[in-house]
């Protein structure tokens, strides 16, 4: 039997999510023997931050065509980003990639990373379209439609929907936007008291690992994952359980919330696509707010009883409120610039 390593081509490897993911498959296993994977990265450059960090764990970097990143690759991690191309070159590039797979000889196990397809949960009405929700989601009906193959010789497939990080905490869309004088904590949300099905970095890299662990088990699923279902009341509660610091959630209007942020921004478009900032986030929020979408957390805890609650989550990481953003496109691009004119009197 051959001791080599199990090659992983992962699209996505310098993002929050590739970098917990990677991590994972890297790490050794419960039994604290060595991993059988070693990580194969496509990347736009090798000179950023991100990639250097990862060339430093041994990562490989593949600059060239998807088919080159597949070729003697035993798995792949796909996770595009739509927030850069928009949705429907998200859809094209998930089809495309797929496809590529499925032409590459002895490549056995695609994993689709996904996130809930919010325009079906919302049974299609217009209020509920968010185009970086959709992206991902239509792919993911897309590969449902074909067979897989869990047999030595066959590519099975297996897509993971997980959902807001719980790591957008600190900045990137749920970070507090004020701390009043005195000492509250603000959490501001157009959420209503609907539903925030959180999942933490962390055990995405979990689930990540163990779909590829289990091939099998997983062929042909959809493990629809999450940390915490958890309401904006209880997330503020929880804050101050573990904080100490006073803090209140404040709901919005959706138009209420944009107005947080400096002009310009709710009417940028999002990739090449036909939505705006504002309209893809008007349906992302819409999705939560009326629970439309609501997770298993009794099932994941039963297949991964180390699930991460946000309160354990906000210990772990002492969490104290706004904080570094683990999002590279926010951390590239400065997104969701605050204005604290408006803020500042939440």
């Known amino acids: 039997m051959s001791d080599a390593k199990k090659i992983i081509f992962i699209v996505g ?11 994972a498959l890297l790490a050794p296993d419960a039994e604290g023997n060595a991993s059988p994977y070693t990580v194969r990265v496509l990347t736009r450059s090798t000179t950023g931050d991100r990639a250097k960090q990862l060339a430093a764990k041994g990562v490989e970097f ?5 088919v080159k990143g597949l070729d003697g690759a035993y798995g792949a991690y796909i996770n595009t980003d739509g927030f850069t191309v928009g949705e429907v070159r998200e859809v094209h590039a998930g089809m495309s990639i797929f496809e590529a797979a499925k032409a590459t000889p002895g490549l056995k196990h695609y994993v689709w990373s996904s996130v809930m397809y919010g325009s079906k949960a919302g049974g299609f009405k217009p209020e509920y379209r968010s185009g970086h929700l959709n992206g991902k989601g239509l792919v993911a009906e897309w ?3 074909h067979a897989s193959d869990a047999s030595p010789q066959g590519l099975a497939w297996s897509i993971v929907t997980a959902g807001p990080y719980t790591d957008m905490l600190p900045s990137g869309l749920l970070e507090p936007l004020n701390v009043r004088k005195d000492g509250t904590v603000v959490f501001a949300a157009p959420l209503g008291d609907g539903i925030m099905p959180l999942v933490s970095l962390k055990d995405i890299g979990w689930w990540a690992r163990y779909t590829f662990d289990h091939r099998t088990e997983t062929s042909g699923r959809d493990l629809d994952i999450v940390s915490e279902n958890i309401t904006w009341d209880d997330l503020v509660k929880t804050f101050t359980k573990v904080t100490g610091k006073p803090a209140v959630y404040v709901p919005q209007t959706i138009d209420e919330w944009f107005g947080n942020f400096h002009i310009g921004l709710s009417d940028a478009k999002i990739g090449t696509g036909s939505l705006t900032v504002k309209e893809n986030f008007a349906g992302f929020w819409a999705v939560f707010r009326d629970r439309k979408v609501v997770k298993d957390v009794q099932w994941c805890k039963s297949v991964h009883p180390g699930t991460q609650s946000v309160e354990q989550w906000m210990r772990e990481n002492n969490y104290q409120g706004k904080g570094p953003t683990s999002l590279k496109g926010v951390e590239d691009t400065g997104r969701w610039p605050v204005n604290e004119d408006v803020t500042s009197r939440l």
């Open 13 to 23: 490897g310098t993002g929050a999510q590739g970098l917990a993911v990677i991590d």
């Open 62 to 66: 593949d600059q060239a065509a998807i």
């Open 143 to 145: 590969v449902s439609t």
